[in-house]
């Protein structure tokens, strides 16, 4: 079993920046990807941006691309997401997500191949 713990997560003006952590404990040898995922209230999930288990490969959803940055480090078991030029519509319950196997690009964009999810972090963006 693997447990995510986001952090990092507040209230923001327009414009501002912030940064959310992703912590794993548990059993982590091995490595997995790790994906952010956001979800406004009465929307579905949103893919926000993954990193693959080694930080090779990141991949970011349209929306966010040029503005948020994802990296990780493997000693500290953390997943960092930089997120700057803020906007209200990026409002949302923040989720990170471990995946053990993912088969392709595209599937680091989809909810099935991640097998543990956090809690959630709130991000509030105020215009």
Known sequence: QVQLGESGGGLVQAGDSLTLSCTASGRTKGGYAIGWFRQALGLEREFVAAISWNGDSSYYGDSVKGRFTISRDNVE???????????????????????????GPNAYTQLNPYDYWGQGTQVTVSS
């Not at 078991?77 to 030029?85: K, P, R, S």
Request: glycine share 0%; hydrophobic share 35%; aromatic share 12%.
């Open 77 to 103: 078991n953390t997943v960092y997401l930089q997120m700057n030029d803020l906007k209200p519509e990026d409002t949302a319950v923040y989720y990170c997500a471990a995946a053990q196997r993912v088969h």
